[in-house]
T-cell receptor
Framework: AQSVAQPEDQVNVAEGNPLTVKCTYS??????LFWYVQYPNRGLQFLLK??????LVKGSYGFEAEFNKSQTSFHLKKPSALVSDSALYFC???????????FGTGTRLLVSP | EADIYQTPRYLVIGTGKKITLECSQT?????MYWYQQDPGMELHLIHY???????EKGDLSSESTVSRIRTEHFPLTLESARPSHTSQYLC????????????FGPGTRLLVL
């Protein structure tokens, strides 16, 4: 069965420092991977996705993610964190053959001034 | 941001009341979804639809029902609300031409007393 794991409940980083939010996946076949962000009292916003092609995917708000097939990972990264990046981040994988996404448990990112 | 709307944004209601959570999108997407999310927690798919007159139950069993009479509208109904229904409900839609990227509404936060 397809699944994603986000091993960290929370990530703390100082403003201006690089950030990484981890995600590993388990799928049969080629994965379609997604990152979403959720700000307080809001719905989820799409950040980026990996379908095929370059392993480094660039998305909204300066975020990028690196697909690593050998490590089955899809970590979210940003070179320089902003306080406004503080939010809840969800990794998701599309089930092969199904028109649905499976979401991870979420990682709370806190960026301190 | 995507054009997907949910009303009401917040609802406080007594046990036993019938409620309908509205979701509409103006993007012409065939596929729509309802997720249930406790605050800061993972998303659970409770209903989805592939198009008009198509509805399916999701991964998490729910006492709610949905209908899809028009492409743009996907309401969720609870015939008799209970405190256990207290949660946030997120509606989403996707365009299969965009590799299933889901776009989310702002959510409805429901409190059943």
């Amino acid at each position: 069965a397809q699944s994603v794991a986000q091993p960290e409940d929370q990530v703390n980083v100082a403003e201006g420092n690089p950030l990484t939010v981890k995600c590993t996946y388990s799928v049969s076949g080629n994965p379609y991977l997604f990152w979403y962000v959720q700000y307080p009292n809001r719905g989820l916003q799409f950040l980026l996705k990996y379908i095929t092609g370059d392993n480094l995917v660039k998305g909204s708000y300066g975020f990028e993610a690196e697909f690593n097939k050998s490590q089955t990972s899809f970590h979210l990264k940003k070179p320089s964190a902003l306080v406004s990046d503080s939010a809840l981040y969800f990794c998701a994988v599309r089930r092969t053959g199904f028109q649905k996404l499976v979401f991870g448990t979420g990682t709370r990112l806190l960026v301190s001034p | 941001e995507a054009d997907i709307y949910q009303t009401p944004r917040y609802l406080v209601i007594g046990t036993g009341k019938k409620i309908t959570l509205e979701c509409s999108q103006t993007m012409g997407h065939d596929k729509m979804y309802w997720y249930q999310q406790d605050p800061g927690m993972e998303l659970h798919l409770i209903h989805y639809s592939y198009g008009v007159n198509s509805t399916e139950k999701g991964d998490l069993s729910s006492e709610s029902t949905v209908s899809r009479i028009r492409t743009e509208h996907f309401p969720l109904t609870l015939e008799s609300a209970r405190p256990s229904h207290t949660s946030q409900y997120l509606c989403a839609s996707s365009d299969p031409r965009d590799i299933e990227t889901q776009y989310f509404g702002p959510g409805t936060r429901l409190l059943v007393l």
